[in-house]
């Protein structure tokens, strides 16, 4: 186990009654089915709960699945995002924060034997990983940018059905990346949050025994960025991936035990249907987002971008630093690329935009080559700081 180091914290002064009587009426109803008022009446108010304290954020839904003979899944915290919104997602350079969101309770959760104290640490974890502030979507983009550095970047277009492709990838990698329902035996639980509000030791002791009920928590496979590649597999070459995809996609949704997961497939399901052979020829036209975006702003601008990259390029120090630059020289190359594919060019602008773009290759070429200081992933340290209850000072 890591080396725990000590930090001092405040403990933030919060009433979670409201989330632990939730907890005590959907507990009702597990143990009596036939108190659906109970289960209806926990569910509402821990929604209302949860949007009166994650004040930035909105709790649209809250479900309950009783899940009878399918895996545990314990909670899954669903993010909601705008197929408009795809392509800054996985190649954009502004930050993005999840601000809606639906949670579904699994029914073997209630009978792990946790508290209603535990259950509300669960719930600050699941929910504040995804929502407090943009880390979650900044670590999908850090996985995106070395995704496109291997297999180059993405093409844009404007057709829903391929957007909604990448939304059901983004969904899966975002809400598993720190979620305590998909970690792997070498991970350990840290969440300075969660202990903040005095919930810290809640959160282990939930962790412990949800470990002891399912007799091993993590997933068979850890890389929770395996779904995202898979989808962009399928979304670069639906032509070929997409029969074997939708039998796949039928054999999970008879395997997986969460309504959430069963409807992002379905939805999926639906979109590669609807794309036929006449789109796939021609989907990689779009007329606006990024292309407008880039007539807007001229090549002036990707011009001096380029210097810019380059002197980062040139004194980059770490691998997280290198994947930034990577991530905004592939949206680049990618915005170029669709520019000139689409546009129809003068001699003069058509050479201007080609060197440049050949500038942009070169310069992702080197940035590839440059050996790096690597951050380890593989566990996640715990940082237990000493609590000082803010009330005593």
Known sequence: MPIQ????????????NGMGNAYEWIWEYYNDPNKKEALHEGLISLKNELNRFFKDSVCDEVIYTNNVDKMFFGMCVMPSIKSEDVYK?????????????????????????????????????????????????????????????????????????????????????????????????????????????GYGQYLDSALRKIVKYTGNIPKIDGNKFLVMAWTMRLYNDILNR????????????????????????????????????????????????????????????????????????????????????????????????????????????DKRWNLLLDKYRKLRDILSSKTLMKDDYSRINIVYPTIRDQTTV
């Open 89 to 197: 997602y996985v190649q954009g350079d502004e930050e993005l924060r999840i601000d809606h969101y639906s949670l579904e309770l699994d029914s073997k959760l209630f009978n792990t034997g946790i508290t209603s104290e535990e259950f509300v640490a669960i719930l600050l974890h699941e929910v504040g990983h995804i929502v407090n502030d943009a880390s979650s979507v900044n670590r999908f983009k850090k996985n995106m940018a070395n995704y496109m550095c291997t297999n180059g970047p993405l093409r844009v277009t404007s057709n829903i059905n391929y957007r909604e492709i990448l939304t059901f990838g983004i969904k899966d990698s975002i809400r598993k990346m720190d979620s305590i329902f998909d970690k792997r035996d070498d991970e350990i639980l840290a969440d300075e949050f969660v202990i903040s509000y």
């Open 242 to 349: 997409r029969i074997p995809a939708l039998y796949q996609i039928r054999k999970m949704v008879d395997i997986v035990p969460s309504y959430f997961e069963k409807s992002e497939l379905k939805n999926l399901e639906i979109r590669l249907r609807r794309i036929d052979d006449d789109s796939i020829l021609g989907n990689y036209i779009q007329e606006g987002g990024f292309i407008a975006g880039l007539k807007r702003k001229g090549i002036k601008s990707y011009e001096e971008d380029f210097y810019e990259l380059t002197m980062l390029t040139k004194n980059v120090q770490t691998e997280d630093d290198a994947l930034v630059i990577m991530h905004k020289i592939n949206s680049r190359i990618s915005i170029i690329e669709d520019y000139i594919d689409s546009e129809e060019l003068n001699k003069n602008d």
């Open 5 to 16: 180091t000590r930090a001092t914290v405040n403990v933030i002064d919060y009433d979670f």
